[in-house]
């Protein structure tokens, strides 16, 4: 069976960094682009960001070049380090693989675009 596992969430306090992986078990992701999403409490599930197979990456604007993804297809794993973390990023985080290899924003975005899902990760930030 196909899997996806999140890890590196937890607590931090704000201006922090947090590192998120994404393994995939079960089968292989490497000819898949990859994204992160977040869902905080009372709210919908939003995209954060996204990598294709060739390495090109997507961001959600309010990112802000403070997070950035990365893949490592020969462990199956995408990463996902989050820096100057505000409380606004507290949630649930989770990494999904795409139908896709390569895709624009467009494409990315909408968790329609996917059809494995991790079971998240959940990131506290304290003020």
């Known amino acids: 069976q196909v899997q996806l596992v999140e890890s590196g969430g937890g607590l931090v306090q704000a201006g922090g960094s947090l590192r998120l992986s994404c393994a995939g078990s079960?089968?292989?992701?490497?000819?898949?682009?990859m994204g992160w999403f977040r869902q905080a409490p009372g709210k919908d599930r939003e995209f954060v960001t996204g990598i294709r197979v060739d390495g090109t990456t997507y961001y959600a604007d309010f990112v802000q070049g403070r997070f950035s993804i990365s893949r490592d297809n020969a462990k199956d794993t995408v990463y996902l380090q989050m820096n100057s973390l505000e409380p606004e990023d507290t949630g649930d985080y989770y990494c999904a693989a795409a139908t896709f290899r390569y895709g624009s924003l467009r494409n990315f975005v909408s968790p329609a675009s996917y059809n494995h899902w991790g079971q998240g990760t959940q990131v506290t930030v304290s003020s």
């Open positions: 079960g089968g292989t992701f490497t000819n898949r682009a």
